[in-house]
């Protein structure tokens, strides 16, 4: 689909599909009706942090609200704890008014790098905070070597997988996920 099915413009030439005016810009372009209409213009970025320890509760409490949580294990505060602990730079957060509003895990094992938990409140949605988010990841996990990015995102999760497809990501049809639990 083009941008004209939004701002009433075809897409210009050289841009990703979906976007015909520069990130973070408004569109100021006339409909064919005539009458101006706008892309919702972004603010600037927002600011990505690592978050910390004490921040397993909110994390928890986030997470229970803005993630999937769909046949996936229940978080828990010392599993969390534990992820900080081993890898401190690994959950990157945004906030607003000092309250978490979006998440992602940007695991490394020092071979593979996965993005997961990619979360955005749903009250803060449309604002660039998963682009954000992915951009410092993306950038975390590729200066300690990665060479490829994958993501976790469960099945039906359609809100999810049309912002990984945004991002450029593509499902993988030869490979299926297979799991054990520990326990």
Do not use: K
């Not at 997470?63 to 828990?76: C, L, M, Y």
């Not at 998963?130 to 590729?142: I, K, Q, S, T, V």
């Amino acid at each position: 689909m083009g941008c004209l099915a939004r701002t009433g413009h075809p897409a210009r030439t050289g841009r990703r599909q979906g976007r015909c005016c520069p990130r973070r810009s408004a569109c100021s372009r006339r409909s064919r009706s005539g009458a101006r209409r706008y892309r919702r213009t972004m603010s600037p970025s927002p600011a990505v942090e690592t978050a910390t320890l004490a921040d397993v509760d909110a994390l928890l409490a986030f997470w229970a609200v803005a993630g999937e949580n769909d046949a996936r294990p229940s978080d828990s505060a010392p599993v969390v704890e534990a992820l900080l602990r081993r890898d401190p730079e690994a959950v990157l957060v945004v906030r607003s008014h000092g309250r978490i509003v979006g998440t992602v895990i940007a695991g490394w094992d020092g071979w593979r790098a996965h993005l997961y938990r990619l979360a955005v409140h749903p009250d803060h949605r449309r604002q660039g905070i998963a682009g954000a988010l992915l951009d410092a990841a993306e950038d975390r996990l590729r200066a300690l070597g990665a060479g490829r990015f994958d993501a976790m995102v469960l099945e039906g999760n359609d809100l999810g997988a049309s912002a990984w497809v945004a991002r450029g990501y593509a499902p993988q049809p030869e490979w299926r996920r297979w799991v054990r639990h520990s326990t």
